[in-house]
């Protein structure tokens, strides 16, 4: 069975930094494009970023410039570094992977999805 665990939310002042991880199981990830979204109360999930298996990255604009989305495919891990964070980053992020290939930011085309994790920053 396919497993997404996210972790490393949390609550954190504006400026400051965190870095989420996603620890994938069940099958080999290597060759899947992973994905992070974000869902912030009464809105929409939204994409954040995505990686591709040879490390081919896209991002969000409001995200380019602060946000690092990486790898470890011996590990089956994905993470997200977010710097500079804003009050408008605060919503609960999701880890995703898709068989697709290429670069894929619509929620809908993921297979499998994580529990989310909280971040909130404060002005």
């Known amino acids: 069975q396919v497993q997404l665990v996210e972790s490393g939310g949390g609550s954190v002042q504006a400026g400051d930094s965190l870095r989420l991880s996603c620890a994938a199981s069940?099958?080999?990830?290597?060759?899947?494009?992973m994905g992070w979204f974000r869902q912030a109360p009464g809105k929409e999930r939204e994409f954040v970023a995505t990686?591709?298996?040879?490390?081919?990255?896209f991002y969000r604009n409001s995200v380019k410039g602060r946000f690092t989305i990486s790898r470890d495919n011996a590990k089956n891990m994905v993470s997200l570094q977010m710097n500079s964070l804003k009050p408008d980053d605060t919503a609960v992020y999701y880890c995703?992977?898709?068989?697709?290939?290429?670069?894929?930011?619509?929620?809908?085309?993921?297979?499998?999805w994580g529990q989310g994790t909280q971040v909130t920053v404060s002005s």
């Open positions: 990686i591709t298996w040879n490390g081919g990255t």
């Open positions: 069940g099958r080999t990830f290597s060759t899947h494009v």
């Open positions: 995703a992977t898709t068989a697709r290939i290429g670069i894929v930011v619509t929620p809908g085309e993921y297979d499998y």
